[in-house]
């Protein structure tokens, strides 16, 4: 069984356009996250959310926007779709807390690439 | 604003020796993560490290974390090509939730 998982897995289209990406988790966490990972492999966190409530929002433009509809789905909108959003998307997820682990299982990534 | 960095950040090693990466860190935490990732895959957990003078240790790799020099290891001993990979150390900021990634250390072992 997946534990994170995302659609689509690959994701070409043309400059201008609006796209969305989706998030499941089934490990019951409540904290899931958006990561942007460039062609140099540098992972930045974009976006966090804990029980549907958004608690990290990076300096992304507003041209992103994740949406959570329950805790145990994450999806993120991007408007406007530029050259320079190329990169591979992985969501994640883990149990929060200050005494517990923040350890995160990411899903298999999204490659997005804008022509 | 807390900033990870790894070194070696390129490594090419023959099978049957032993190196060690670095992680280096910024601020107070005492909780980080060791992840590998293959080429075009996702991430991996490979190790929680969650205080100070915590160890562990899987198979070739074993990671250490010393939060008052803010430094953590992942020592190899021994490599195989199987280990070949790009990994990275993260580190809970205070408060938790959020991960500052090292730039990843990419490991090459040639037979």
């Known amino acids: 069984d997946t534990a994170v998982s995302q659609t689509p897995k690959y994701l070409v289209t043309q400059m201008g356009n609006d796209k969305s990406i989706k998030c499941e988790q089934n490990?019951?966490?409540?904290?899931m996250y958006w990561y942007k990972q460039d062609s140099k492999k540098f992972l930045k966190i974009m976006f966090s959310?804990?029980?549907?409530?958004?608690?990290i929002n990076e300096t992304v433009p507003n041209r992103f926007s994740p949406k959570s509809p329950d805790k145990a789905h994450l999806n993120l909108h991007i408007n406007s779709l530029e050259l320079g959003d190329s990169a591979v998307y992985f969501c994640?997820?883990?149990?929060?807390?200050?005494?517990?682990?923040?350890?995160?299982?990411f899903g298999p990534g999204t490659r997005l690439t804008v022509l | 604003e807390l900033k990870v960095e790894q070194n070696p950040l390129f490594l090419s090693m023959q099978e049957g020796k032993n190196y060690t990466i670095y992680c280096n860190y910024s601020?107070?935490?005492?909780?980080l993560y060791w992840y590998r990732q293959d080429p075009g895959k996702s991430l991996e957990s490979l190790f929680v490290?969650?205080?100070?003078?915590a160890v562990k240790q899987e198979g070739r790799l074993m990671a250490s974390l010393d939060t008052k020099a803010r430094l953590s290891t992942l020592h190899i001993t021994a490599a195989v090509h199987d280990l070949s990979a790009t990994y990275f150390c993260?580190?809970?900021?205070?408060?938790?939730?959020?991960?500052?990634f090292g730039e990843g250390t990419q490991l090459t072992v040639n037979p």
């Open positions: 490290l969650l205080s100070n003078g």
């Open positions: 993260a580190v809970d900021g205070k408060g938790g939730s959020r991960l500052t």
């Open positions: 994640a997820s883990s149990q929060a807390g200050l005494e517990l682990s923040n350890e995160q299982f």
């Open positions: 601020t107070t935490s005492d909780r």
């Open positions: 959310y804990n029980n549907k409530e958004l608690i």
């Open positions: 490990l019951g966490h409540d904290t």
